[in-house]
């Protein structure tokens, strides 16, 4: 877990002396350690295992992160940053569940996220996302929550679980959601915490509304406004994050054990993957086709989301030639 620390500004930072912030590694780590690459991404394992017992130091550093994003702004937390920087890691880093499905599970602290998001140019879902992204913000000095939020795209709210995780924050009094790793439909903007306030972005539609005493984040999807989540915005602890991932990674009946849930940002276009279904949409026009095999999979990930894994052993109870 991450433990906060007091330390001076980075060079070029505009945080003040004594802020807390997240630790970060000050120097390089030994030599010797397993190379991380996209080739064979299962080297994380031994990466985090040796840095772990060698170079006892916090692994996630932020000059690192903005690489992997392509980030080159300047470090302060405005809106006009935010706004950009939401839209950059989104764009970036890809949803997906693969290695639930590939038997190899999801760890939540931030260290085993730096290293296969950002290390293994890899991508993740909304715990992995969020985590980090909540990190970079405080790093850039917003003072930023997390919150988990009840899924109602498909199930009724009764039967949702809170398993999915966002963000808040507030810029001049103002608060604003972020929500990295909804992947879908999610917005690549911020959205303000506003009842009934219209979000455009581009042929994009969002607002937030209050059902239950909760607010629900809507989207525009093919012409109506749909929810898709519920949340009481009460504060995220570490605890929820570690029981939620557990139950979301291994329960027989959750959706991700189940389904293959892909979305990337590349281009322009936004490709999502519904166990075979490929949708691209592109402003408003859509084009769909369908996965032959693994091999197609592949090929796709390769293309689109800028990894390369090996799908043997990819495992889809939801696809009978998958299974």
Not at 80 to 89: I, M, P, Q
Not at 233 to 252: I, K, R
Not at 261 to 288: C, F, P, Q, W, Y
Request: proline content about 7%.
């Amino acid at each position: 877990m991450l433990q906060p620390c007091q330390t001076q500004p980075a060079p070029g930072n505009t945080g003040r002396s004594g802020q807390t912030f997240y630790s970060i590694r000050v120097a390089d780590p030994p030599t010797g350690l397993p190379e991380v690459t996209l080739e064979n991404p299962t080297h994380v394992q031994g990466f985090q295992a040796v840095r772990a017992s060698r170079f006892p130091v916090p692994l996630f550093e932020l000059d690192t992160y903005l690489a992997r994003i392509g980030w080159t702004g300047r470090r302060v937390p405005t809106l006009d940053t935010l706004n950009v920087l939401t839209r950059a890691h989104m764009s970036a880093i890809p949803f997906e569940n693969l290695d639930v499905l590939l038997g190899r599970g999801v760890k939540v602290d931030l260290d085993s996220i730096f290293a296969k998001l950002v290390l293994a140019r890899r991508g993740g879902y909304c715990f992995e996302h969020a985590t980090l992204f909540h990190a970079v913000l405080e790093q850039f000095g917003f003072r930023a929550r997390t919150h988990a939020a009840r899924v109602v795209m498909i199930v009724p709210r009764t039967e949702a679980p809170r398993t999915h995780m966002l963000i808040s924050l507030e810029i001049d009094g103002r608060p604003i959601v972020v929500d990295p790793g909804f992947g879908g439909h999610g917005p690549l903007v911020p959205v303000p915490l506003v009842a009934g306030m219209d979000v455009r972005d581009g042929t994009d539609r969002y607002r937030f509304v209050r059902e239950h005493d909760e607010w629900v984040l809507q989207a525009e999807i093919d012409g109506r406004m749909v929810s898709l989540w519920t949340s009481t915005l009460e504060p995220l602890q570490p605890v929820d994050v570690v029981m939620a991932n557990h139950y979301v990674s291994t329960f027989p009946d959750s959706p991700f054990v189940n389904r293959l849930m892909l979305r990337a940002i590349t281009n322009g276009a936004r490709t999502s993957v519904m166990n075979r279904d490929v949708t691209v949409r592109r402003a408003a026009e859509a084009t769909k086709y369908q996965l032959a095999d693994r091999a197609a999979l592949r090929s796709l990930l390769a293309r689109d989301f800028g990894f390369d894994l090996d799908l043997e052993s990819l495992r889809v109870p939801s696809v009978p030639e998958w299974k």
